[in-house]
């Protein structure tokens, strides 16, 4: 059994990261609550080797023009980042700006945008909207370069009211017109942000009842200022990282702190971390994981490793390929990971993950460095079940698993688990594989 403490840094680290392996639990328990909280939102204050590491392995390890190396390189911040947070709230703005290789066509874009999301991705909202109005993928993606005074594109500027801070119902035809109006004459020129001067619409536009030569950035600055853009943007961290199905007190009251701090996300998701709700009862395990949440959780928390370049394209087949979202809506979450399809895959790479047998930098799982020699099944099945499931594993589930680890005799007796080599090749590998392709290790 784990203590309550435990218990809840380990649903910390699910929702604000990607799990914890055993020593990074440890060491989080010591700490307490509020300064694994403070930690996680202060990532700049953690000593982090790995941008150095990263450098090293460009070239050797990745080709940054090729999109399967970009995903995963990205993918390997996550499995080995000590920022956690900093990964997950870049993916959760990956998702809220979708933006697809697929169009743009250009892989150091999406990596130049992965890095501005990054940067921004904890302070004013307002930053960061400027930051991704003016970022070269954007602009490729959602066609403002075409974007001429005669002839506004209104792509960029209905995405921008629709799906980036006001939502549906808080804008009108006439809003999204005079907004893209604002926006003509944005471009990019390899890679970097310019104004064709000539084509920017600098006359008097009308929006939200308001009359004045607006330019993109006046825009910008008002949107994130409203208060149905700090309701949009709370309802969509409630469901990142709090429960799919919302809490509309939680986000009542994230929405009042964004507008109270100025929109700082940092103080929103201080006050989201810290807020009694997100340890209630209804949050734990409230939440379907994402293919990443799944993946790179697994490993964290089996401190296993798998080739990184084999991990791309099991995720696009699982539902998310990193840098190509479906649609400007970004992906579909909650249940909508979850169907026949999916579901295979996802036990593929459990089988995966379970079977890995080579030294660590080609992949390795050792059951040996978490089954004593002298365990019993019991042991075994405890040990699992603190690690994957919080120390919760149904009655059901036990006694299947238990079962399982039995063995039989010639004469077709039970008998007994013994932690003998073979059993630990395959049978534990057998259990993680079952517990990781389980129902109950899909939620967070």
Known sequence: MIGELERRIAHLHRRAGFGSSRAELAAAVKKGWDANVEELLNPEKVKDPLDDRLKELEGELFDLTVLEDAQ????????????????????????????????????????????????????????????????????????????????????????????????????????????????TGWRQKDGEFAVDAKEH???????????????GEDVLGALARQPATAARLARKLVRYFVRDDGDTELEAELAREYLASGGEVRAVLRALFLS??????????????????????????LDATVPIRSLPPMLARMGQALFNPPNVAGWNEGLAWINTATLFERANFANHLATQRGVAGDGRFEPGAWVAKDADAGKVLDTFASVLLGGEMPRAMRAALAAYLAGKDKEGKVVAFKATPQAMDEKVRGVVRLIVASPEYQLA
Not at 201 to 215: R, S, Y
């Open 72 to 183: 995963a390189w990205w993918l390997y911040r996550m499995l080995h980042t000590r920022r956690p947070l900093e990964e997950k709230l870049t993916l959760f703005w990956h998702g809220h700006f979708a933006t697809a290789a697929s169009k743009v066509e250009r892989v150091p874009y999406m990596l130049q945008q992965n890095r501005t999301l990054r940067a921004k991705a904890f302070g004013r909202f307002e930053d960061l909207l400027l930051a991704v109005a003016q970022d070269a993928a954007m602009i490729v993606w959602l066609d403002n370069g075409a974007s001429t005074k005669k002839k506004p594109n209104e792509n960029f500027g209905r995405e921008l009211l629709e799906l980036f801070t006001l939502g549906i119902g808080h804008y009108g035809e006439d809003d999204v017109k005079a907004a893209a109006r604002a926006f």
């Open 276 to 301: 009694p709700r997100f340890v209630s009862p209804e949050a734990m395990r409230a939440k379907v994981k994402s293919p990443c949440e799944f993946v790179v959780g697994a490993m964290r928390e």
């Open 201 to 215: 619409d600098d006359e008097p536009k009308t929006l939200f009842g308001q009359t004045w030569p607006w330019k």
